[in-house]
Nanobody, 118 residues
Framework: QVQLVESGGGLVQAGGSLRLSCAAS????????MGWFRQAPGKEREFVAR????????AYADSVKGRFTISRYSANYTLYLQMNSLKPEDTAVYFC???????????WGQGTQVTVSS
């Protein structure tokens, strides 16, 4: 089992920045890929960004490219999401997720609220 705990959410004005963190514990050595997802009120959960643990390959949703940066600190299995130039439409609960090689995202954090005011 892998446990994920997010932190760093909050309230920020449009144009501001926030940095989310996600700490992995348990059998974190089995992780191949971690990602960030978000869910706004009344909407489905959507992909934001992901990073392959080995090699650091990253991928982003078009809506956040150029504004968000995903990174990881391998030594302690911590995932980050630097969010710049935030927009009101970025308001959502942000979740981190992890998966083993070739599998679905099976481990999820509890989520952290990000609210961007206009």
């Amino acid at each position: 089992q892998v446990q994920l705990v997010e932190s760093g959410g909050g309230l920020v004005q449009a144009g501001g920045s926030l940095r989310l963190s996600c700490a992995a514990s348990g059998r974190a050595g089995s992780i191949a890929d971690m990602g960030w997802f978000r869910q706004a009120p009344g909407k489905e959960r959507e992909f934001v960004a992901r990073v392959y643990w080995s090699g650091g390959y990253t991928a982003y949703a078009d809506s956040v490219k150029g504004r968000f940066t995903i990174s990881r600190y391998s030594a302690n299995y911590t995932l980050y999401l630097q969010m710049n130039s935030l927009k009101p439409e970025d308001t959502a609960v942000y979740f981190c997720a992890a998966r083993r090689d070739g599998g679905p995202y099976e481990y999820w954090g509890q989520g952290t609220q990000v609210t961007v005011s206009s």
